[in-house]
């Protein structure tokens, strides 16, 4: 991670390139899940309403977050449940070092929050002498191959099965060259059941927070955070204050559009609503700002904060699918990542706002309608003006490059590009785009010969 | 100024005007309440779970005991099936101590079509971690407690007041390893389900 973060996206998009077959993998494969999430929507006539919905209730949530909050923490203090507030990730960590301490305890078991791989807390923690294990199969694999996951959903999307064969080699004691998905996922079903029974404290991320009944969701299909959150003697959830709904019946919209979206799965396996502490347990619940708020002032931005965190736009972006998700040296990738990052540190990110064609898919899937591609637009405006053109330029320039030289991209990017000249001539010819000053533009063609093909190839 | 109070009044500064909570009711409109039964049982096959149609508990019994050898560690919270599993002994023992359950026998009073989710709460769990923890789970349900939607399920649930309780939707799984779909992650290798057919 550490050795990544001096590197632009292109750089780093150049190097997971290297490797033409599994780029080919990684892109074909996530395609093949975008196609499984509009099979599973196309069943439905109400799914544009059922986003509207979710849309909706998001932005009311946002535009009275100060309320749903105090409502929720008085909620979960009634249920049993201590609430944290922590300003930013160092103070998350610390106040999650502070309960493992009080237990006396070095040791805990995790399951998938983004929150805490933002707020780096394993590191943290490691470095204060406490060993945490993910548990998601995923994220376990990511974590004995000392890598962050490259995808919000599918953290290891990025690894063949023979590399994974041999971290378990390694780690795990299965005989080498042993690749095969079933053998490996028992290894690591017996291994992490040893971890779930002997842990004390097992911390948790959330998917819905409700304000309501102070209950909050955790949505898995491993069954790893409950096998985590019941066994422990104390559960610790981190959240970000974006996480709140009003209601209850709020979670039937959210549930319908969740994993539809993320991999066309009817629902996950299992949606767990915990509201209070079994008889004997403690539970904790950490509500993070962590630039969240300073997000939500920003007029043009604050919409990312309806996120989901589906992974829909990941899995449809040609970007993405083309250089993976450690090209976005953040711990949210894609383009979802590249709006929340600049908001943290605008110069670090300053490149990720233009790993992007513009070409609107993102907003098309996302299932709170955020307006993805248009808010990547307005922060290269954003970054031009705050004076970060040195890297602008050349991620600009490098993308503009990769994606001409990559016939994978410009296929897929074919369409934005023509619909970007056509409607947006400025975001081509203008000064963000120093490539098209020095070289002749190849025209994209006004009509792909696979769009020409699909047209044409019922007519004789 | 505490933590809470900064953040709590950086949001307040930064919020919106506020803008209107939207309805859910018309979503229910859309709903097929065509066919329940045929629905789930779909869905829920296509998710790896076992369907069976039982009339009445007998049935249920006879159905476990040609899968399940009389040796192994069955608990369920159906007094009724006291002959076949454990329904008293194990709310005693500390969640760690039902490591070793093979069958766990749970009954719903909630399924949901478009999913073929199945809703159960912490007290027909009997001990949280029993569904997660057992290798095979079953789960009995009334085919009459069959709603449409998500929507319709939230309805029927209201507010409960009970600690815990999940939807399950077919046996854990994960496809992490080059999207290959293994049935049995951390949770459950299987899951049967009951549709009770009869009174
Ligand atoms: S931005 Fe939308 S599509 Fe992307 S992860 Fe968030 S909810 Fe899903």
């Given amino acids: 991670m550490s050795t990544t973060s001096t590197k632009d996206h292109a750089e780093l998009a150049g190097q997971f390139n290297a490797d033409e077959q599994r780029v080919d993998w990684h892109d074909e494969t996530l395609w093949w899940i975008r196609q499984k999430r509009d099979k599973a929507v196309n069943q439905f006539p109400e799914w544009e309403l059922l986003r509207e919905t979710g849309s909706k209730i998001k932005e009311h949530t946002l535009s009275n977050l100060g309320n749903y909050l105090e409502a929720f923490e008085a909620n979960a203090l009634a249920n049993g449940i201590t609430v944290h507030w922590a300003a930013d990730a160092k103070e998350h960590n610390q106040i999650v070092h502070g309960i493992i301490k009080k237990h006396g305890v070095n040791r805990m078991v995790k399951s998938k929050s983004m929150l805490t791989e933002e707020c780096h807390l394993n590191e943290y923690l490691a470095e204060n002498g406490i060993e945490v294990i993910d548990s998601d199969l995923g994220e376990r694999i990511v974590q004995l191959a000392k890598e962050p996951p490259s995808h919000i959903v599918l953290p290891c999307i990025h690894k063949k099965k023979e590399e994974i064969g041999d971290l378990f080699h390694e780690h795990l004691g299965t005989p080498a060259g042993v690749s095969d998905p079933q053998i490996l996922a028992e290894t690591a079903r017996q291994h992490l059941r040893e971890v779930f029974l002997t842990r004390k404290i097992a911390l948790t991320g959330v998917n819905f927070a409700v304000a309501e009944t102070g209950e909050f969701v955790v949505c898995t299909n491993e069954g790893n955070a409950d096998m985590g959150a019941h066994l422990s003697e104390v559960h610790i959830a981190s959240m970000g204050i974006e996480k709140i709904i009003p209601k209850r019946e709020h979670l039937g919209v959210f549930l319908r559009l969740l994993t539809r979206s993320a991999t066309g799965q009817p629902i996950t396996t299992y949606s767990s609503h915990y509201k209070k502490p079994r008889p004997g347990q403690e539970m904790h619940i950490v509500i993070v700002d962590n630039g969240r708020s300073v997000q939500l002032g920003r007029k043009d931005f604050r919409n990312s904060l309806k996120c989901i965190r589906c992974g829909a736009c990941m899995n449809t972006c040609p970007v993405y699918r083309r250089s993976g998700g450690h090209s976005y040296h953040n711990a949210i990738s894609g383009p979802i990542g590249s709006i929340l990052a600049p908001n943290l540190d605008m110069e670090k990110y300053a490149d990720l706002p233009f790993a992007s064609t513009l070409c609107g898919s993102c907003s098309n899937v996302c299932p709170v309608k955020i307006d993805i591609h248009d808010q990547l637009y307005k922060w290269r405006q954003v970054i031009v003006k705050a004076g970060y053109t040195t890297k602008t330029k050349s991620a600009g320039m490098k993308l503009m490059q990769w994606t001409l030289s990559s016939p994978g991209i410009y296929h897929a990017a074919g369409k934005a590009g023509r619909m970007v000249m056509k409607y947006a001539p400025f975001a081509v010819n203008n000064a963000l785009n120093p490539w098209y000053k020095q070289r002749d533009m190849p025209k994209p063609p006004a009509q792909s010969f696979d769009e020409w093909y699909k047209k044409n190839r019922g007519k004789k | ?199």
């Fill in chain 2, 1 to 199: 100024m505490s933590t809470r109070g900064g953040i709590l009044s950086a949001i307040r500064a930064n919020q919106p005007e506020l803008t209107v909570l939207p309805d859910v009711e018309p979503l229910k409109a859309y709903a097929n309440k065509e066919n329940l039964l045929a629905q789930f049982t779909t869905i829920a096959t296509n998710i790896g779970a076992k369907i069976y149609e039982a009339k009445n508990l007998a049935e249920v019994k006879s159905v476990i005991q040609n899968n399940f050898g009389a040796d192994v560690k069955i608990i369920s919270t159906i007094s009724e099936l006291s002959d076949i599993a454990d329904t008293k002994e194990y709310l005693n023992d500390l969640p760690v101590q039902l490591a070793d359950v093979e069958l766990t026998i749970l009954q719903s009073d909630l399924a949901v079509a478009e999913n073929s989710a199945i809703w159960i709460t912490e007290d027909q769990m009997g001990q949280r971690v029993l569904p997660f923890i057992t290798q095979h789970l079953a789960i009995i349900v009334n085919a009459k407690n069959i709603v449409a939607t998500m929507h319709d399920a939230y309805s029927s649930i209201g507010i409960t007041t009970q600690g815990f309780g999940a939807f399950i939707a077919g046996p854990s799984k994960t496809a992490d390893i080059e999207q290959s779909l293994v049935i049995g992650a951390h949770g459950p290798r299987s899951m049967s389900l009951f549709l009770l057919t009869g009174d």
